[in-house]
């Protein structure tokens, strides 16, 4: 697939194992930006004094954000542009706080070529350490 494509990988170029990531690093301004497009301003998230006397003792950004970043794997690398999700399951292990990195991986673990759908294990790591994991099944165009 090239840069310029607008078109993502085929269902018959997908095997079992392949993967991909991408990676961002989680800033003040996603998290405002996060909580004005979604409409979540849970104090959690956005009020430090308030988030300081909670179990995280500090601002965590939302979980729905890293999971975005999962989207993102998928829309622009594997599979790609023209993949469609139909179902996501997600497991929070730890919060992700602002200055991050937050890795977001897919790997392919099933393909089931009568309705074209791949299933992904799905993860996000700061650091090394699963913060949150997952199985995604998108429907992937076909060639023919």
């Not at 990676?23 to 979604?38: L, N, P, Q, R, Y």
């Not at 959690?44 to 979980?63: D, L």
């Not at 999962?70 to 997600?90: A, D, E």
């Amino acid at each position: 697939m090239s840069g310029e494509s607008l078109n993502g990988m085929y269902f018959e170029e997908l095997s079992v194992g392949q993967s991909a990531i991408f990676a961002k690093t989680v800033t003040e301004a996603d998290i405002v930006a996060f909580a004005g497009v979604s409409g979540d301003f849970n104090p959690v998230h956005i009020n430090e004094e308030f988030a300081s006397q909670t179990m995280f003792k500090g601002r965590i950004a939302h979980g729905m954000l890293s999971a975005a970043f999962v989207s993102t794997v998928f829309g622009t690398k594997l599979p790609g542009p023209g993949c469609i999700y139909v179902s996501q399951l997600l497991k929070f292990k730890a919060p992700v706080r602002i200055g991050d990195t937050v890795t977001a991986r897919v790997e392919v673990t099933a393909l089931v070529p009568e309705k074209k759908f791949a299933t992904f294990k799905t993860t996000c790591s700061v650091a090394g350490k699963i913060v949150m994991d997952g199985e995604a099944t998108l429907m992937v165009p076909s060639k023919g």
